[in-house]
């Protein structure tokens, strides 16, 4: 999660610094008072991207994988192993640009949002390997 918050930080600040270097070049009495609504919004956004990343969590227990997210509106989804029907990374090509992965789980529920943004590849493609072993040894059972 630390590298999602750098990548959003990251991407804040190249915007603060261009428009910074666009204010700057104009220099005109009222610009001053734009600059500074540019850099408090900045220095909000990244305080709320910060915020948000944080908020992203899962856990595997012995039945079920729960995914919590939420800074202000807490979520808890529970996906017991047995329902899981497809266990996806993505890639996208943001995510690519920072070595980022995402576990995104199917069942058979269309309303059920169990994603995990922000992980490694390298973890990724283990929680995959590991949501799709636990899966299939709850399905057997059926």
């Known amino acids: ?20 270097g666009l204010v700057w070049s104009a220099l005109q009495p ?15 956004g990244w305080w709320l991207a910060g915020r948000y990343t944080a908020n992203w969590g899962y856990a595997e227990r012995a039945e079920d994988l729960w995914i919590t997210r939420g800074a202000v509106l807490h979520r808890l989804v529970v996906v017991p192993y047995g329902r899981m029907q ?38 990724a493609a283990r929680l995959r390997d590991r949501l799709t072993q636990l899966g299939e040894a709850e399905q057997s059972g059926l």
């Open 30 to 44: 009222w610009t001053w008072l734009a600059l500074v609504v540019v850099v408090l919004l900045a220095g909000w």
């Open 86 to 123: 497809l266990v996806d990374v993505t890639v996208g090509p943001v995510e690519r640009l920072f070595h980022l992965a995402a576990v995104q789980l199917h069942t058979a529920s269309p309303a059920t949002d169990a994603r995990i943004p922000g992980l490694s590849p390298d973890e």
């Open 1 to 20: 999660m630390l590298r999602v918050q750098l990548a959003a930080a990251t991407a804040v600040l190249v915007l603060v610094l261009v428009v910074l």
